[in-house]
């Protein structure tokens, strides 16, 4: 009796095991093929970010019932109003920074977790805010599981940057506003890079890469997007 029992758990936990070895190299492929596509062939070139993004599990970083549209070319909701951004995205603002490194770098709108993920592995020393709170657990939680405890994740209103922990070489906001937040760029270190999108809430904004020289901006116009707005209120969810 017992032992038919162990035997019949070993054998339930070897289909398991051939379940989910099959599904991750299923998901490997995926992120290949995506990475491929939707990244290379539209011009990214940084052999850092695109080793990252071949990496970065982007289907943990989704909820359950969207893992097999991981890898398609969009963003993706994530629960209580808010998106994964879609992967090309992540990788033109990532490249824009030009990040090395050690770079310290700060991001506004944590959100699943995965740009903060792919900017880890890129090297970086990442602090991320996030407005809701049930989010910035989560991504926190899952960050730490996925093995990047290091990534320094708050609860609060990113607008007002991360004052303790500057001035940062680079800076990504992940949400978009009607105008660059005064404290964003006083926390940005001289020659650091700024990228935002800027304009009004669920309607075509202007992505912008600031560069901050002599205390002074100077802007390049990166395109056209569609972001989540930023909030001005802190939420539990
Ligand atoms: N970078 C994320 C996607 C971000 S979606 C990822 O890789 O998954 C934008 C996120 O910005 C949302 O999670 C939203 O809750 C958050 N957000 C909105 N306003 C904010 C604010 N004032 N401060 C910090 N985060 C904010």
């Not at 990504?172 to 660059?180: E, R, S």
């Amino acid at each position: 009796m017992n032992k038919k029992f162990l035997i019949t758990i070993l054998i339930v936990w070897i289909i398991f095991a051939l379940i989910s070895s099959a599904d991750a190299e299923q998901y490997d492929q995926e992120r290949q093929l995506m990475v491929e596509k939707q990244i290379k062939q539209r011009g990214i070139v940084d052999p850092q970010l695109l080793d990252a993004m071949l990496k970065v599990p982007r289907h943990l970083f989704v909820p359950e019932n969207l893992t097999l549209m991981a890898y398609n070319d969009t963003p993706l909701p994530i629960g209580y109003g808010q998106t994964i951004s879609q992967p090309y995205i992540v990788a033109l603002m990532t490249e824009s920074l030009n990040v090395k490194k050690g770079f310290k770098v700060l991001e506004i709108g944590t959100g699943s977790g995965y740009q903060a993920a792919v900017l880890a592995e890129m090297g970086c020393q990442v602090f991320t805010i996030e407005v809701i709170k049930i989010l910035a657990d989560t991504a926190q939680e899952r960050l730490k599981h996925l093995g990047y405890p290091e990534i320094n994740v708050q609860w609060g209103d990113g607008y007002f940057g991360w004052k303790e922990e500057a001035p940062f070489d680079s800076i990504i906001v992940t949400c978009a506003i009607d105008h660059v937040p005064p404290p964003l760029i006083e926390q940005l270190k001289e020659g650091g890079k700024m990228v935002i999108p800027v304009g009004p809430p669920y309607s075509l904004q202007t992505l912008w890469l600031f560069t901050k020289e002599q205390d002074q901006l100077t802007s390049e116009n990166l395109g056209e997007v569609i972001f989540v707005p930023l909030l001005r209120e802190v939420r539990e969810e």
